[in-house]
């Protein structure tokens, strides 16, 4: 069974640039796993980022991106603001369903 | 605009089923997947399943074979998630998501969730 992995957590300071990481166990992730990524807030429902590894929706600012990065999708925050900090999750679509990793914690400190 | 609207909190019985609507607005019902999602208390997200409301047609996460069903309704751009024989570790709140712009893979528009809880 598949499995998808993210950093727990991890903490940048405010200004600052991070990048969160997604990999699969199956092996490199492509595009044909078509990596979307959500932020959650406490109490809130998830929201919509990144789909299709690159492409953004049409709230998500123009300071966060995402990529393929040595095998792994990513998520780049730059000019982190107090605001970003939440739970962050990617979602990896192996062929008919889909896999969500476990989610980091983004500290901004 | 696009609007997903989920039923209100429930109280399952264990070893029964639980019924969660989601009503859906402001787009063509039968042109974008809707997906289900659970989110345990303190825990990560987890993709159940989903349907495509044009065709009928469903897939599920491995974990869930057997135990849900999704369903929609045309009529009432509706759709439905049934979870059977429940237990305590069922307790979480459940949301439906829409599929993004039509023909990715993508998910964009969320519910706002529908807390099920199940007592041990």
């Known amino acids: 069974q598949a499995v998808v992995t993210q950093e727990p957590s991890l903490t940048v300071s405010p200004g600052g640039t991070v990048t969160l990481t997604c990999a699969s166990n199956t092996g490199a992730v492509t595009s044909d796993y078509y990596p979307n990524w959500f932020q959650q807030k406490p109490g809130q429902a998830p929201r919509a980022l990144i789909y299709?590894?690159?492409n953004k929706h049409s709230w998500t600012p123009a300071r966060v991106s995402g990529s393929l990065l040595g095998g792994k999708a990513a998520l780049t925050l730059s000019g982190v603001q107090p605001d970003d900090e939440a739970e962050y999750y990617c979602l990896l679509y192996y062929g008919g369903a889909w896999l969500f990793g476990g989610g980091t914690k983004l500290t901004v400190l | 605009q696009v609007q997903l609207v989920q039923s209100a909190a429930e109280v399952g019985e264990p070893g029964a089923s639980v019924k969660v609507s989601c009503k859906t607005s402001?787009?063509?019902?039968?042109?974008?997947?809707i997906d289900w999602v659970r989110q345990a208390p303190g825990q990560g997200l987890e993709w159940m399943g989903r349907i495509n409301p044009g065709g009928g047609s469903t897939s599920y996460a491995q974990n869930f074979q057997g135990r849900v069903t999704v369903t929609s309704d045309t009529s009432t751009s509706t759709v439905f998630m049934d979870l059977s024989s429940l237990r305590s570790e069922d307790t979480a709140t459940y949301y439906c998501?829409?599929?993004?712009?039509?023909?990715?893979?993508?998910?964009?528009?969320w519910g706002q969730g529908t807390l099920v809880t199940v007592p041990s």
């Open positions: 402001g787009y063509t019902f039968t042109r974008y997947y």
């Open positions: 299709s590894t690159t």
């Open positions: 998501a829409r599929q993004g712009r039509y023909g990715t893979n993508s998910i964009e528009y």
